[in-house]
């Protein structure tokens, strides 16, 4: 592919995801990113012209469990993980309109 990944695409990659990446982290990316890529333009190499477009890879028939009630977690089983809690409310940071 024509694209080239180099470490401040991935660095612009990370700020629009607001992930914080230390330089191994971008280091490793750039390499990763570059691979998946190369792979894709392997397959765009190959030839799909007779090829029927498909929704699945495997035909599934029906894959849904019967909707049938059963006891679910308590506030405190639920939240006993959580980082930061509000009586029986998960908190977290607030992302809209920036601030905290």
Do not use: C, W, Y
């Not at 469990?65 to 940071?93: G, I, K």
């Amino acid at each position: 592919m024509s694209t080239h990944i180099d470490a401040d695409l991935v660095r612009h990659i990370g700020k629009l995801s607001r992930i914080e990446l230390t330089d191994e982290e971008v280091t490793a990316f750039v390499r990763q990113f570059s691979d998946v890529l190369e792979a894709f333009g392997k397959l765009q190499e190959l030839d799909t012209e007779n090829i029927e477009p498909m929704a699945h890879a495997v035909e599934l028939q029906n894959v849904f469990a019967d909707d049938t009630p059963r006891p679910s977690l308590t506030p405190d089983e639920a939240l006993a993980n959580a980082p930061d809690r509000v009586d029986d409310f998960f908190r977290v940071p607030k992302v809209i309109g920036g601030g905290a």
